[in-house]
């Protein structure tokens, strides 16, 4: 039943950018701009395309999570040998924290999970190591709430936080013709030494003891869940935006202008603006680029054509997959900065050149001190991450609006 409702509302969605296509080819064909009617129309089709497209990423997330919730009903049904071929003990671990029988629950970068018993005077007790996929949901919804990881930054899992120096190419160097026993020429590729560090991002999750204690919720799911979109949206809009210093260098910050807008257009941008903007980047890095825009840019962009009237905007063919301007991938992000002057509204390039560095993986702390007059107990998750440009010669650029 879900997998069809998708299909309905992408055909909806589909007819609706047919309609609106329609809308702008009418006003254009007559050689004028919309109307202000035709433009509450159209910016009403631009919002009913964002809705159904926030809808059919919801109804995919609970059909996933509905997935996850069956699982979990089978292995508390007892259905364990089936269902992994052998003991339960990755369930048992999660579940014997979060009833408070262990008190620490690390996930490595390896995705595997460490249990610390309660056992007084034994900090090192309970050294067992089992995969889960609690771990996998928990990065998921910390992904699906992060554009920049969406767009594909290259992620660096470490075990620990101590400061590690990463190379950041700052020119790539030049190549000369040689003739036959010449002597080579060109000159060397220039690097900077940047750091990446371990910035603190945190959730405090506080739940009644009764929903705790009930066994027929799916606990691990509502965990993962809340924790990982949580995290995803504070350390996702560093990554985007961050200033560096006490806090993640974001790709934004670190990007250079690509193009500057015209001046009287109040930051506004056209289509060759755009085109230009995907030209300004170096040809290895353009076949593989992804634009990030805020969610009120998209509803611009929908509008452009290029010179031979074809829409820079293309909706999704395939559900699952991103919209397309020029053919590359979109994804749109809070933190971006909207249209206005000598504003960064818009970035194209490769975000596999931004490093986004994980410290130590995910860590969870259960309390049963900190809301005891409540009679609730306390969930804390931590991590620790950085951002930097690896690239700085061009791979990421930036359309900044005009500031007059």
Do not use: C
């Amino acid at each position: 039943m879900s997998h069809a409702l998708i299909k309905t509302l992408a055909e909806k969605r589909q007819n609706i950018w047919n309609e609106s296509r329609a809308l702008l080819d009418k006003a254009e064909a007559e050689k004028r701009d919309l109307t202000a009617e035709e433009n509450e129309v159209f910016e009403r089709q631009s919002a009913d395309m964002t809705a159904l497209r926030s809808r059919i990423d919801s109804i995919e997330t609970t059909m996933r999570e509905n997935s996850e919730a069956e699982a979990a009903e089978k292995r508390l049904l007892g259905d364990r040998q089936e269902q992994r071929g052998g003991d339960d003990t990755q369930g048992e671990a999660i579940r014997s924290f979060l009833k408070g029988e262990t008190r620490e629950l690390a996930f490595g970068a390896d995705g595997k999970v460490w249990t610390r018993a309660l056992s007084k005077g034994t900090a090192t007790a309970g050294g067992n190591t089992v995969p889960t996929t609690f771990y996998d949901q928990l990065v998921e919804h910390l992904v699906d709430t992060t554009s920049v990881l969406q767009a594909g930054a290259t992620v660096l899992n470490t075990a620990s936080g101590e400061i590690i120096e990463v190379p950041v190419t700052t020119s790539h160097g030049t190549a000369a013709a040689v003739a036959e026993a010449g002597a080579l020429a060109g000159t060397d590729p220039a690097f900077a030494k940047r750091t990446l560090g371990a910035f603190k991002f945190g959730q405090l999750i506080t739940l009644s003891r009764e929903l705790v204690d009930d066994t027929a919720v799916d606990l691990l799911g509502y965990v993962s869940r809340a924790a990982g979109r949580n995290i995803g949206l504070a350390l996702g809009a560093k990554l985007a935006t961050g200033a560096g210093t006490t806090e993640p260098w974001g790709v934004i910050t670190r990007a250079t202008t690509g193009v500057t807008g015209g001046a009287g257009v109040t930051g506004a941008f056209t289509a060759d603006n755009l085109i230009d903007l995907m030209f300004s980047v170096v040809g290895p890095y353009r076949k593989n680029g992804s634009w990030l825009v805020k969610d009120s840019t998209l509803g611009s962009i929908r509008k452009l054509k290029d010179g031979a009237g074809r829409y820079l905007f293309d909706p999704a063919a395939t559900v699952g997959q991103p919209d397309t301007v020029l053919g590359r991938p979109i994804f749109t992000d809070t933190a971006m900065a909207g249209v206005a002057l000598s504003a960064k509204s818009v970035a194209f390039g490769d975000l596999s050149t931004y490093f986004v560095r994980i410290a130590g993986g995910v860590r969870f702390e259960r309390s049963d001190d900190y809301a005891f007059g409540n009679d609730q107990i306390a969930f804390r998750a931590i991590v620790r991450a950085d951002g930097e440009l690896a690239d700085q010669t061009g791979s990421v650029k930036l359309f900044v609006g005009n500031a007059a």
